[in-house]
């Protein structure tokens, strides 16, 4: 396979505001300070990007927030476009005016005004606790199967609500089948055989048992920009890929 080496979008927005090819980009960086506008430019967006103070990436394909003074600008991922806002996140009903207010929205989800329903995505509940998690996993990975073995240990303090997320290919689509089908019956058996690892021991669903909740869980994770499992929405709103180093202190923000 052949991988497309892209350069840092900071490196090309600051090429640019200095009339640099991109192929130069990288002399840039030591002089953006002193950057001009290349010939054809509005004056305008030349000084905008002057005096670029930091970078924000947005959980959006391709655009990346950027501070310019006291300008918040939004640019393209290969610094062709720049939008002068405002721009709004929807998802939290707010106004995106500095980086800091940019990344802290961005690294998390308001799940209240989003109205997802874990339920509807087919999760098994483990725990008691108040405070509710929720919990992306696929049944074939290994590091969810790491991470489901540390759950019990805090089931009586947060509800981890398991949504089977099927993205390694048809044995995950198997086995998310299987469990869907047996927790449409019986979600305490599901919730024991996840965490057991004894799905493939679970008859074959018939039909289309089982698949709606994992097809609703698929499209929600594409909307979520879930990219790789497991992944964690904290009782705050706060996201998680991958396993955290230390999963207690990740769940209490410390």
């Given at each position: ?11 090309l927005?600051?090429a ?25 430019v ?9 005096g ?41 009903g ?35 606790g108040?405070?509710e ?7 074939r ?5 790491s991470l489901?073995?540390e759950?019990p240990g ?6 981890f ?11 995950s689509?198997t ?6 089908c047996?927790?449409e ?32 869980a ?28 230390d ?8």
């Amino acid at each position: 396979m052949t991988t497309i080496h892209r350069k840092p979008l900071a490196t090309l927005v600051l090429a640019l505001a200095a009339g640099l090819p991109a192929a130069h980009a990288a002399d840039a960086d030591a002089a953006h300070t002193s950057a001009q506008a290349p010939e054809g430019v509005p004056q305008g967006i030349g000084a905008m990007l002057r005096g670029i103070q930091g970078m924000q990436r947005l959980p959006v394909a391709g655009v990346q927030m950027v501070q310019a003074g006291e300008r918040v600008l939004f640019v393209s991922a290969n610094g062709r476009y720049v939008f002068t806002g405002p721009a709004w996140d929807l998802w939290h009903g707010a106004k995106l005016e500095s980086l800091e207010e940019g990344a802290r929205l961005a690294e998390r989800i308001d799940l209240k005004r989003l109205g997802l329903d874990p339920e509807s995505l087919g999760a098994l509940d483990l725990g008691n606790g108040e405070r509710e998690v929720i919990v992306f996993v696929d049944p074939r990975c290994p590091h969810c199967r790491s991470l489901l073995e540390e759950l019990p240990g805090l089931a009586e303090r947060y509800r981890f609500r398991l949504v089977p997320l099927p993205v390694l290919g048809p044995d995950s689509e198997t086995a998310v089948a299987r469990l869907g089908c047996l927790a449409e019956k019986d979600q305490a058996a599901a919730i024991e055989a996840l965490l057991a690892d004894t799905i493939d021991q679970l008859p074959s669903p018939e039909g289309t048992c089982g698949q709606t909740a994992a097809q609703r869980a698929l499209v929600t994770a594409q909307l979520l920009g879930i990219a790789g499992v497991p992944y964690l929405i904290a009782p705050d709103g706060r996201l998680q890929q991958g396993v955290p180093a230390d999963l207690e202190s990740w769940l209490e923000g410390k």
